[in-house]
């Protein structure tokens, strides 16, 4: 074989070579990506879902809190319909029929916080029944902890609500979302959530912020300091004002 041919077969292997090189690194890249894309956007599903159940328990507040009613029909059959109806308005996603295309781990944790919010709401019924009481202190903020709490002791994603300000000590935050939540306070409100990959880029942390509405200041607003109908100082806030954020925590390694 000539010298000639010997080369041209060693640029041919180093070709082939470094192409293998590259498509293998390329592949890596792209299989590392795809996991991460779908975490973040499992995260984005939670949290609207938590969300959602939060609004369904806003929309129900003066039936619930209706002294003359006995049974009020809301019961967690009700609540999740409502709850499922108002998750398809705002993201098209049946979550009676689970579309092929959501993230695995979106089609595993979905069915799960939709079981762990229902439950909270059958274990509220002897409470919301209630005749001849008001104030039942099922709210929104009450629903959305108490989901959040079921829904992370039975998996390996860690769901919270918190504040700066917590009411309840078990909101408050850790010292990554305070740092957040200073960071949201200082900004004009918006819906996006503040998604980062922390520890070696090894465990997701995304907080969605949750503003005060005009219902909100009936116990949060001014006059600031004036015990509200459940017993807590008011905290003088303004519609639109901060009121926390939904924290979500996934680790990668879960996967």
């Not at 180093?14 to 795809?34: D, E, N, R, T, Y």
């Not at 959602?52 to 049974?71: H, Y």
């Not at 949201?184 to 918006?190: D, E, G, I, R």
Request: with cysteine.
């Amino acid at each position: 074989m000539s010298k000639k041919e010997i080369l041209m077969k060693f640029r041919m292997f180093l070709f082939i070579s470094l192409s293998l090189v590259f498509f293998l690194a390329w592949s890596s890249i792209g299989w590392a990506q795809a996991p991460r894309e779908e975490t973040e956007k499992t995260a984005q599903h939670l949290a609207t879902l938590l969300n959602v159940g939060r609004l369904i328990v806003e929309r129900n507040q003066t039936l619930i809190n209706d002294p003359r009613k006995g049974d009020k029909g809301f019961t967690p059959e009700v609540f999740e319909q409502q709850l499922l109806d108002e998750f398809i308005h705002q993201t098209n996603i049946d979550l009676k029929h689970l579309p092929s295309h959501l993230p695995s781990l979106a089609r595993e944790l979905l069915p799960v916080l939709v079981q762990s919010s229902k439950e909270v709401v059958a274990d509220a019924q002897l409470v919301i029944n209630q005749r001849g009481i008001g104030y039942k202190n099922f709210i929104p903020a009450t629903f959305g902890s108490q989901a959040a709490r079921k829904f992370s002791n039975r998996s390996r994603v860690k769901i919270k609500q918190t504040t700066l300000n917590p009411r309840n000590l078990k909101n408050t935050p850790d010292a990554y979302e305070e740092n957040v939540l200073k960071r949201l306070a200082a900004q004009p409100a918006s819906d996006t959530s503040i998604t980062e990959w922390i520890d070696n880029e090894t465990t997701l942390r995304a907080l969605t912020p949750i503003y005060y509405s005009q219902d909100c200041l009936a116990c949060h607003g001014n006059p600031k300091g004036i015990l509200d109908i459940s017993g807590y100082p008011r905290e003088g806030a303004r519609e639109g004002d901060l009121a926390g954020a939904i924290s979500i925590q996934i680790p990668m390694k879960s996967q």
